[in-house]
């Protein structure tokens, strides 16, 4: 039997049904191998049992809600930059496009991240083709006013902005 695969563009709106959690903007990220989701105050338990929020205060995403894991494991990640780090791994329900997926997601600190969830290829497989072309209408929110700021400092003063960010920082990280 051959599964229909459903097209998904580089970003989505997904749902948590489970946490009842809607509506959350989502990057799909054909170059990951995994998925991740924000999460916040990790604890570990003296049985071993793994505790977490899911988003972080802030969000609006964020319920405050306590979830708990004792069927976790940890997976060592590396980002495309070499940043390697070690993350907590856990199954979640997800819904993307229409589609109920039972998935494992790794549990990582978002917050400076533009889409609070990020989608990866062992999700997608055999599941759904990927069309760039294609967006959510769904935006994450705040990022596009810090960028357009930016720009406008780059127009401003090219030179003072190169100076400012990229002299001692060649990478050109900044705290947003």
């Not at 695969?5 to 580089?10: A, D, E, L």
């Not at 290829?121 to 700021?149: M, T, Y």
Request: hydrophobic share 35%; net charge positive.
């Amino acid at each position: 039997m051959v599964v229909q695969k459903t097209t998904i563009g580089r970003t989505a709106s997904a749902a948590f049904p489970a946490e009842g959690i809607h509506d959350v903007p989502v990057k799909i990220d054909t170059g990951a191998d995994s998925s991740s989701i924000w999460a916040s105050e990790l604890h570990m338990s003296k049985s071993g049992v793994l505790s977490f929020t899911l988003f972080g205060i802030g969000s609006p995403y964020y319920s405050g809600k306590r979830h708990t894991a004792k069927n976790y494991t940890a997976s060592l990640i590396r980002s495309s930059n070499g940043n390697a780090q070690i993350r907590y791994k856990v199954p979640l329900s997800i819904e993307l496009e229409g589609r109920k997926i039972r998935g494992t997601f790794t549990l990582a600190d978002r917050s400076k991240n533009t889409y609070p969830v990020l989608v990866g290829c062992a999700l997608l497989n055999k599941k759904f083709v990927v069309d760039v072309s294609k967006r959510s209408k769904i935006r994450p929110p705040a990022q596009h006013e810090k960028i357009g700021a930016l720009t406008e400092e780059l127009k401003q003063d090219p030179l003072g902005f190169f100076e400012k960010y990229h002299i001692d920082n060649q990478r050109g990280d900044i705290e947003l």
